[in-house]
């Protein structure tokens, strides 16, 4: 099984910038991934989806405009750049691998069934 690693999180103002990484030990190549996040106290919610070949991306409407999601195929990484990061923001980010290859993006957790173990991000007002 695929296994991944997040780092890039931190402690930020608020409307300044963090780039997360994930990196997989294997091949990533035919499968969608995608960012997922957790505050404390909250259920896991999706955050930002990118298909496979790397041109079919989603996003959750409170990042939209603000958060960019990113592959390099040739790594096994995608990245997720965060801007005008808002206290709101604050939560452990998890990156996650689609369970099967070939097919879009997905919203919603249960697709996916490879989970790296978060990275903090913390945003300060």
């Known amino acids: 099984q695929v296994q991944l690693v997040e780092s890039g999180g931190g402690l930020v103002q608020a409307g300044g910038s963090l780039r997360l990484s994930c990196a997989a030990s294997g091949r990533t190549i035919l499968y969608a991934m995608g960012w997922f996040r957790q505050a404390p106290g909250k259920e896991r919610e999706f955050v930002a989806a990118?298909?496979?070949?790397?041109?079919?991306?989603l996003y959750t409407d409170s990042v939209r405009g603000r958060f960019t999601i990113s592959r390099d195929n040739a790594k096994n990484t995608v990245y997720l750049q965060m801007n005008s990061l808002k206290p709101e923001d604050t939560a452990l980010y998890y990156c996650?691998?689609?369970?099967?290859?070939?097919?879009?993006?997905?919203?919603?957790?249960?697709?996916?069934?490879?989970w790296g173990q978060g990275t903090q991000v913390t945003v300060s007002s």
């Open positions: 996650a691998l689609k369970k099967t290859k070939l097919t879009d993006p997905a919203y919603e957790p249960r697709e996916y069934d490879s």
């Open positions: 990118i298909g496979w070949g790397g041109g079919n991306t």
